[in-house]
Antibody
Framework: EVQLVESGGGLVQPGGSLRLSCAAS????????MDWVRQAPGKGLEWVGR??????????EYAASVKGRFTVSRDDFQNSLSLQMNSLKTEDTAVYYC????????????WGQGALVTVSS | EIVLTQSPGTLSLSPGERATLSCRAS???????LAWYQQKPGQAPRLLIY???SRATGIPDRFGGSGSGTDFTLTINRLEPEDFAVYYC??????????FGGGTKVEIK
């Protein structure tokens, strides 16, 4: 059974940093592209960023709203995905979902339960 | 960046009725690479449909996707109580950023 479990959410002040982690199991993690998608309270879904697999040089891509502030990384030995968030803004407040990109295209076939990040003074 | 517009914002229907949800793209979605997700309160989204009309594993056949180019539709036949939720479309036909529609809420009338 595929499982994605996020951790590391919490309350942080504007300008601060936070690191989210996602533990993956039940599939060959190293084969898949992995993405982060977020959802502000009461709002829709927003793609945040992705990391490709080793075969594709671990290339990363980001939404314009987070580029230069957020970094996606992965550890294929630990089957884990991370999102380092720096220079946080109040508008980054959201539930952050770890997702697996499908073998068949750039859609998200498995999602974690989400981690809430609140940016507030 | 492709903008997806979903309509209506809210659909009020009774169990057993058919729901028709629309997703319109600001430009052609390459390969008809459009997905639909269902989200219930307090839960993560769940993949329903990919490539406009292919059902994901375990999705009941009352869920159907159709459309091409810029206009796509999710149809839910014979609404069950568990189908009342918010539905999002997502395009993946172009390089990132991958974009989502704003969602359609299907509520009990």
């Amino acid at each position: 059974e595929v499982q994605l479990v996020e951790s590391g959410g919490g309350l942080v002040q504007p300008g601060g940093s936070l690191r989210l982690s996602c533990a993956a199991s039940g599939f060959t993690f190293s084969d898949h592209y992995m993405d982060w998608v977020r959802q502000a309270p009461g709002k829709g879904l927003e793609w945040v960023g992705r990391i490709r697999n080793k075969a594709n040089s671990y290339l990363t891509e980001y939404a314009a709203s987070v580029k230069g502030r957020f970094t996606v990384s992965r550890d294929d030995f630990q089957n884990s995905l991370s999102l380092q968030m720096n220079s946080l803004k109040t508008e980054d407040t959201a539930v952050y979902y770890c997702t697996r990109a499908s073998d068949y295209g750039d859609f998200f076939d498995y999602w974690g339960q989400g981690a809430l990040v609140t940016v507030s003074s | 960046e492709i903008v997806l517009t979903q309509s209506p914002g809210t659909l009020s229907l009774s169990p057993g009725e058919r729901a028709t949800l629309s997703c319109r793209a600001s430009q052609r979605v390459s390969g008809n690479y459009l997905a639909w997700y269902q989200q219930k309160p307090g839960q993560a989204p769940r993949l329903l449909i990919y490539e406009a009309s292919s059902r994901a594993t375990g999705i009941p056949d009352r869920f159907g996707g159709s459309g091409s180019g810029t206009d796509f539709t999710l149809t839910i036949n014979r609404l069950e109580p568990e189908d009342f939720a918010v539905y999002y479309c997502q395009q993946y036909g172009s390089s990132p950023p991958f974009t989502f529609g704003g969602g359609t809420k299907v509520e009990i009338k």
